[in-house]
């Protein structure tokens, strides 16, 4: 149980386009999912935290219009990098963490690169 | 604010010797605490956590953690480790009175496991 999946694993795109990347809870309802970005071989960096039906919560740094996050269900988020540029690549990650419980579940993370 | 501090970033060892990553954190209230594997490419496995009880946690793949409330570690370990257990590892604290259990990672460490 607790399964995360993120889609697409690897994305390529051209800078100037946005690009999608959607999270699902599989086997679980996501109350609240969370965003994550890591460098290589670096620690992960928090993004954003979103609740269900409500606006994300964007840590200090992040800009929320250029990451735009999504969390219309109890199974899905989606992040949204706008107008990207080789400075977006990186590797991004999403977890999620249901009611009650404090634990999160991490998706398999999706490699953007920005050409 | 939290902060966590894995003291190695890199631990070499031999198959089938014990392990030890270590791992201390510093909060002003009381938390909740949590070790996750990567593996290259991927995202984070949980592997243990500490909410409550019994301060030696045991987890998945033969790893154990024992909670040190006073020396304020959460340090992981293996009796005996596998060419498989080559990853690296992430301790995390969260606030356990918060709403959404935000993370606070460590560095990492890079256990590699040679023949």
């Known amino acids: 149980g607790a399964v995360v999946s993120q889609h697409p694993s690897r994305v390529i795109c051209k800078s100037g386009t946005s690009v999608k990347i959607e999270c699902r809870s599989l086997d679980f309802q996501a109350t609240t999912m969370f965003w994550y970005r890591q460098f290589p071989k670096q620690s992960l960096m928090l993004m954003a935290t979103s609740n269900e039906g409500s606006k994300a919560t964007y840590e200090q740094g992040v800009e929320k219009d250029k990451f735009l996050i999504n969390h219309a269900s109890l199974t899905l988020s989606t992040l949204t990098v706008t107008s990207a540029h080789p400075e977006d690549s990186s590797f991004y990650i999403c977890?999620?963490?249901?009611?009650?419980?404090?634990?999160?579940?991490f998706g398999p993370g999706t490699r953007l690169t920005v050409l | 604010a939290q902060s966590v501090t894995q003291l190695d970033s890199q631990v070499p060892v031999f198959e089938e010797a014990p392990v030890e990553l270590r791992c201390n954190y510093s909060?002003?209230?009381?938390?909740?605490l949590f070790w996750y594997v990567q593996y290259p490419n991927q995202g984070l496995q949980l592997l243990l956590k500490?909410?409550?009880?019994?301060?030696l946690v045991k987890g998945i793949n033969g790893f154990e953690a024992e909670f040190n409330k006073s020396q304020t570690s959460f340090h992981l370990r293996k009796p005996s480790v596998h060419i498989s257990d080559t990853a690296e590892y992430f301790c995390a604290v969260s606030d356990s009175g918060g709403s959404n259990y935000k993370l606070t990672f460590g560095k990492g460490t890079l256990l590699t496991v040679n023949p």
């Open positions: 500490y909410l409550s009880g019994s301060t």
């Open positions: 977890s999620a963490r249901t009611s009650g419980r404090a634990e999160q579940f």
């Open positions: 909060s002003s209230v009381s938390v909740y």
